[in-house]
């Protein structure tokens, strides 16, 4: 792509922004805030697996509230932590936090650095968000390549099967070096907006004319269907003196999570059946029915807790699925 054709496509891009562009979003607004570096990148590892909307009506504000700097990430009990994250899922990024922050204090003055290269070195932080902390945070002119922005490149070279470096390449080529930020963001937004995996909107699209791929869009969209294994399990609200069997996992997805017992031959005989529901977890696709038993002992292999206390714990989403059923089922 020629000089003066990028330089169009820039022009338009920011044209594109400054009438549709998603502006009012509070991360980017930060100019004049001496804590943006980290406001910046706590929005872009919740944005990385989590809507923008659920984000931002649920827990951007409230998680910065609990830890508004990054020595009190870094000082942050885990159990605190994974409560402040509940309900965001992936909850390796919220361990990573709090391991990037300890970084930062220990190696870094208890600042976010600024280089894109020391930004890498951080636990958690891949390629594209160095990339956004760097240019987002800092005003560095980088480019990066998100989902988003590679589904745009694909489209507009018409690259298939195109390395991560080779999109990379791509980005950089077209970076507006004068206003690196409204161009990063509006590649997210015509991503985001327009340029989208089924149905886009390439008529509305500021890149329409200069993009190769605007009559076969399907061709550069990678969807590999996922496969599930589909299992059954007995989840049981073991009760014993008001109090509810738990059981804190040391599995890596659930780590440091609490969650209601379900193991095959737990369940008693007489166990009151509450209801079932589905739910998807990594590979599987699982059918959960809800029990619930009031034993005559407590059971030692458990920690028990009221209904109180539970409320304080983070809980993995499947048995935050199965509270809410029990409490409706019981009258709670």
Same mark, same amino acid.
């Given at each position: 792509?020629?000089?003066?054709?990028?330089?169009?496509?820039?022009?338009?891009?920011?044209?594109?922004?400054?009438?549709?562009?998603?502006? +009012?979003?509070?991360?980017?607004?930060?100019?004049?805030?001496?804590?943006?570096?980290?406001?910046?990148?706590?929005?872009?590892?919740?944005? $990385?697996?989590?809507?923008?909307?659920?984000?931002?009506?649920?827990?951007?504000?409230? !998680?910065?509230?609990?830890?508004?700097?990054?020595? &009190?990430?870094?000082?942050?009990? *885990?159990?605190?932590?994974?409560?402040?994250? $509940?309900?965001?899922?992936?909850? &390796?990024?919220?361990?990573?936090?709090?391991?990037?922050?300890? $970084?930062?204090?220990?190696?870094?003055?208890?600042?976010?650095?600024?280089?894109?290269?020391?930004?890498?070195?951080?636990?958690?932080?891949?390629?594209?968000?160095?990339?956004?902390?760097?240019?987002?945070?800092?005003?560095?002119?980088?480019?990066?390549?998100?989902?988003?922005? &590679?589904?745009?490149?694909?489209?507009?070279?018409?690259?298939? =099967?195109?390395?991560?470096?080779?999109?990379?390449?791509?980005? /950089?080529?077209?970076? =507006? *070096?004068?206003?690196?930020?409204?161009?990063?963001?509006?590649?997210?937004?015509?991503?985001?907006?327009?340029?989208?995996?089924?149905?886009?909107?390439?008529?509305?699209?500021?890149?329409?004319?200069?993009? #190769?791929?605007? =009559?076969?869009?399907?061709?550069?969209?990678?969807?590999?269907?996922?496969?599930? *294994?589909?299992?059954?399990?007995?989840?049981?609200?073991?009760?014993?003196?008001? #109090?509810?069997?738990?059981?804190?996992?040391?599995?890596?997805?659930? /780590?440091?999570?609490?969650?209601?017992?379900? /193991?095959?031959?737990? #369940?008693?005989?007489?166990?009151?059946?509450?209801?079932?529901?589905?739910? +998807?977890?990594?590979?599987? #696709?699982?059918?959960?029915?809800?029990?619930?038993?009031?034993?005559?002992?407590?059971?030692?292999? !458990?920690?028990?807790?009221?209904? *109180?206390?539970?409320?304080?714990?983070?809980?993995?989403?499947?048995?935050?699925?199965?509270?809410?059923?029990?409490?409706?089922?019981?009258?709670?």
């Amino acid at each position: 792509m020629q000089k003066e054709m990028i330089e169009k496509l820039q022009k338009n891009l920011l044209k594109w922004y400054e009438n549709n562009g998603r502006k +009012t979003l509070p991360w980017r607004n930060l100019q004049n805030d001496t804590n943006r570096a980290y406001k910046v990148y706590i929005s872009e590892i919740m944005l $990385q697996q989590t809507q923008v909307r659920v984000v931002l009506e649920r827990f951007y504000f409230p !998680f910065l509230q609990q830890f508004p700097t990054l020595l &009190s990430l870094a000082n942050a009990k *885990e159990d605190a932590l994974l409560k402040a994250w $509940q309900g965001l899922g992936y909850y &390796s990024r919220a361990r990573n936090l709090k391991k990037a922050a300890r $970084q930062c204090v220990a190696e870094f003055g208890g600042l976010l650095p600024h280089k894109k290269d020391d930004l890498l070195k951080l636990c958690g932080v891949g390629a594209y968000t160095a990339g956004a902390v760097a240019c987002f945070g800092y005003g560095a002119c980088e480019s990066f390549v998100d989902a988003n922005i &590679s589904r745009i490149l694909k489209r507009l070279f018409a690259l298939q =099967n195109p390395s991560q470096k080779e999109l990379e390449i791509r980005a /950089k080529l077209l970076l =507006n *070096e004068k206003e690196p930020f409204n161009h990063n963001q509006a590649l997210l937004d015509v991503g985001a907006l327009l340029c989208l995996s089924k149905n886009a909107k390439c008529k509305l699209c500021p890149l329409n004319a200069f993009c #190769k791929g605007k =009559n076969t869009p399907e061709l550069y969209t990678k969807s590999p269907k996922k496969s599930y *294994e589909n299992l059954e399990l007995d989840l049981v609200f073991l009760e014993f003196g008001g #109090k509810f069997a738990l059981e804190k996992s040391t599995k890596k997805l659930y /780590k440091g999570l609490y969650n209601f017992p379900f /193991k095959e031959g737990l #369940k008693p005989s007489d166990a009151v059946f509450l209801g079932e529901f589905k739910h +998807t977890y990594t590979k599987y #696709k699982l059918r959960i029915k809800i029990y619930h038993q009031i034993l005559q002992k407590e059971n030692v292999e !458990f920690e028990f807790k009221s209904l *109180e206390e539970i409320e304080s714990l983070a809980l993995s989403k499947l048995s935050l699925k199965a509270l809410q059923i029990f409490k409706a089922q019981n009258a709670f």
